[in-house]
């Protein structure tokens, strides 16, 4: 969940953020100090929409930003054609079938722009002319030797080696880039799901690691069955025994399920929208 800060403390946090104490920003934008402090305290009743104007251009912020009406620093009259976005993709975001708040925590990471170039090299062989340099020249490298000593020269003894060693050095462009993408792309995965990790906390249902342990659960409920410890008429009364020997509430179970069905249900919606092809 996301967390709206004041008037007062978005002030401050600009402030910090370019280093600047009260008494600079006073002298700044011209307003006094002992007002400027009761803004950033949230305690001056007589705010003033021309200091608010003010500030809001000083730090590079939309009004409506410091007002509270949204939470982004970017002006909302900012040009889509700014982004550099094709129609669909912007319909795509519009749309929202996927999480735009994870799309946004992608992209904020900071290999994100590594990541976009390493595959903007990759699908454009941008990098194809150097790499084929650097291959030609082990290539041209290898074959002196080799005619150098064609002619019953005695070979050193690490001579195989070196050989094999320039043969293992030639670089696969294919290879070698999409090695590059992935391990950019883990690391933003890894970083990301640590990011989420840490906002979720214990809101994650405790699940079942083993096999073994749900199997355990089974036989446990199908004891007690037997035994009249539990009575189960139907479907519905053995499922909530067994959610409750493993100990998930009809609550999780129900999210999960809806998860599950809205899921398949988008599935199913772009199926259904796709355009025949022609033949």
């Known amino acids: 969940m996301e967390i709206k800060l004041t008037m007062g403390e978005k002030l401050k946090d600009l402030r910090i953020e370019r ?6 920003v006073s002298q700044l934008t011209g307003i006094s100090e002992a007002v400027y402090n009761g803004l950033e305290n949230d305690n001056d009743r007589d705010t003033g929409y021309s200091r608010i104007i003010a500030l809001a251009k000083f730090y590079e912020v ?11 620093r970017i ?32 992209i904020e990471h900071k290999e994100f722009s590594n990541l976009i170039n390493s595959i903007d090299v990759y ?16 290539t041209i490298a290898q074959r002196g030797i080799e005619n150098y000593y064609s002619d019953n020269k005695p070979k050193p003894n690490d001579f195989d080696n070196a050989m094999n060693y320039l043969n293992e050095t030639v670089v696969n462009e294919d290879d070698f880039l999409r090695f590059r993408i992935s391990e950019r792309f883990n690391q933003i995965l890894r970083d990301v799901y640590e990011l989420y990790k840490s906002r979720v906390g214990d809101r994650i249902p405790k699940k079942k690691n083993s096999i073994n342990e749900m199997t355990g659960n089974i036989l ?5 069955i037997k035994s009249g410890g539990v009575k189960v008429d139907n479907i519905e009364e053995a499922m909530a025994a067994m959610m409750a020997q493993m100990g998930v509430s009809d609550v999780e179970m129900a999210d999960a399920l809806l998860d599950i069905v809205d899921f398949f249900a988008v599935q199913d919606d772009d199926k259904s929208n796709e355009k025949p092809s022609d033949k």
């Open 19 to 24: 280093k600047l104490t009260t008494k600079q």
């Open 123 to 138: 699908v454009r062989q941008l990098a194809t002319p150097h790499i084929g340099t650097v291959n030609n020249m082990l």
């Open 75 to 106: 002006t909302k009259n900012i040009e889509l054609k700014q982004l550099r976005l094709s129609d669909k993709a912007i319909e795509t975001l519009m749309i929202g079938n996927q999480n735009n708040h994870l799309i946004s925590d992608l």
């Open 220 to 224: 446990t409920v199908l004891d007690k």
């Open 62 to 72: 939309p009004t409506d930003y410091l007002l509270g009406f949204t939470e982004s």
